[in-house]
């Protein structure tokens, strides 16, 4: 596959995965699991026996959940539309995230 092949899959990818989730945005928005120990669970990331060092954040969670929208997705298809709904996101709507992710650094934080 070329290079220009490959980059017209992914701008495919993208408008299909934006498309499936802006016509059920509940899959996103609000914030899907409420549960700090559920999230904690989900995210492999966290859970390492050598977890990164670095924070999670707001955006980092909704890709997530944009992740489980699109498993067999290209990861640039899906961080193109992780950044589309994060930007067009309502403020309400990051807080939700921003505070989960606190929440999550504070508990990850405790561990180590």
Not at 1 to 20: A, K, P, S, T, W
Request: aromatic letters at 8%; glycine letters at 4%; charged letters at 25%.
């Amino acid at each position: 596959m070329d290079v220009i092949e490959r980059r017209r899959m992914i701008i495919q990818q993208c408008e299909l995965l934006l498309n499936v989730i802006l016509a059920n945005r509940t899959v996103v928005f609000p914030l899907p699991i409420r549960s700090v120990d559920d999230m904690m669970r989900r995210l492999s990331y966290v859970n390492r026996r050598n977890p990164r060092n670095r924070s999670v954040t707001g955006r980092g969670i909704l890709k997530y959940f944009v992740t489980t929208q699109g498993r067999n997705f290209h990861p640039l298809a899906i961080g193109l539309v992780t950044n589309s709904l994060w930007e067009d996101a309502l403020s309400h709507e990051k807080a939700e995230y921003v505070i989960m992710s606190k929440d999550l650094n504070r508990r990850i934080n405790r561990f180590r």
